[in-house]
């Protein structure tokens, strides 16, 4: 099966920059996934690591080390609209259905 | 980009009722869509998978007869919560990915049903 943690809620200032980690167990595999979601709306894709290292757009990033089973979303210059709940989310094997399984969600507020 | 869309997007109905909600990739065909269900404040949860012309695949614990899935076409998935009472109540989010595209494309979803049940 897999399982996924992240924190539960981070609060921070206008321009400032945070840090959201995840690490997960998994059998299978295939790659980590970022999502953001407004109260009442839906998920929408915000980044995608399937190999090691760092992916940058604009002002979010993402990081992944499998041999640690570990990644991150990094929100820079934070803003007000940026207030959401955030989900990693483990991508499994084609075989295991290519299926997506979401973390808790970490709640971002933003304050002015 | 790649674009899903749900339907309805809110539904309010008496216990008892069946609620159809359907899922349609717009631009793009997939073979596979998934459907999640969401409580409030609680992350999204994997219902089944939606696998064109086949069965579909329930995850452990939800019941294949109360939510019937339906994928007739690479365009279309429905889902119908069949005699839904309150405890049926929540957000239901459809996503899928293109078939046709990279490996590395992600999975998209649709705006979400909010079903309540009186």
Redesign the interface.
Known sequence: GQSLEQPSEVTAVEGAIVQINCTYQTSGFY?L?W?QQHDG?????LS?N?LDGLEETGRFSSFLSRSDSYGYLLLQELQMKDSASY?CAV?ALKAA?????????TRVLVKP | GAVVS?HPSRVICKSGTSVKIECRSLDFQAT?M?WYRQFPK?????MA?SNEGSKA?YEQGVEKDKFLINHASLTLSTLTVTSAHPEDSSFY?C?A?DTNGS??Q???????TRLSIL
């Open positions: 790659g996934s999502y709306g839906a998920p929408t894709f995608y399937a989900f991508r259905g290519n299926k997506l399984t979401f973390g808790g969600g | 749900q596979t998934f609680q992350s999204l949860m994997l998978t695949t989010i996503s990915r490996s590395n992600p999975q998209h979803f649709g705006d979400g």
